[in-house]
């Protein structure tokens, strides 16, 4: 059966270096990244060059910040493992398109749909959002809302969920 990897977790919480960590176990020299950030700045600019450095050159990078589930689907037969990291910035860029949560909700199903079709191994990340306080604005309250729902489908139809805390994995499920 092939292994579906959920890691959440706030922020530095050291989701992304457990998530290459499992995805390194994974047999095969074929590995994809798909990165969903869009660097609007100097700053974000730097976080994706320090990413790219903690992988390695062995591992291909394809850019999805919208068309994630089709990116998954279509590189997932030729490839032996993916990452995507993250979920919680593919759903800001989402709502950078439309601000309509419903025409959003509808790429959660084709997302979890896309993960149960691939053909390798796929590791996922996300940040856990809903632990603090309720936003004060409508914005902030869609986004918070928006990820809760995606990580909740996502969660469901992996095999295994972890939730990394000060940098420790913590199993959650699987």
């Given at each position: 059966m092939k292994k579906t990897v959920f890691v959440?977790?706030?922020?530095?919480?050291?989701?992304?270096?457990?998530?290459?960590?499992?995805?390194?176990?994974?047999?095969?020299?074929?590995?994809v990244f798909i990165a969903t950030?869009?660097?609007?700045d100097d700053e974000m600019?730097?976080?994706?060059a320090?990413?790219?450095?903690?992988?390695?050159?062995a591992w291909k990078?394809?850019?999805?910040?919208?068309?994630?589930?089709?990116?998954i689907i279509e590189i997932s037969p030729s490839s032996d493992a993916i990452i995507v990291d993250c979920l919680t910035l593919w759903i800001s860029n989402l709502l950078m398109d439309s601000d309509n949560s419903d025409k959003i909700e509808?790429?959660?199903?084709?997302?979890?749909?896309?993960?149960?079709?691939?053909?390798?191994?796929i590791v996922l990340v996300s940040n856990e959002v809903g632990q603090g306080i309720v936003p004060e604005n409508k914005l902030a309250r869609q986004f918070r809302d928006?990820?809760?729902?995606?990580?909740?489908?996502?969660?469901?139809?992996?095999?295994?969920?972890?939730?990394?805390?000060?940098g420790i994995p913590v199993k959650i499920k699987g």
């Open positions: 959440l977790g706030g922020c530095r919480s050291g989701k992304s270096s457990y998530a290459l960590e499992t995805a390194h176990k994974f047999s095969g020299n074929n590995k950030c869009i660097p609007h600019n730097q976080r994706v320090r990413h790219r450095q903690e992988r390695s050159q990078t394809i850019e999805a910040p919208i068309r994630l589930p089709e990116a509808m790429q959660i199903p084709r997302l979890t749909d896309a993960i149960k079709k691939s053909h390798c191994p928006l990820v809760g729902y995606v990580n909740q489908a996502v969660a469901g139809c992996a095999n295994e969920v972890i939730w990394t805390v000060a």
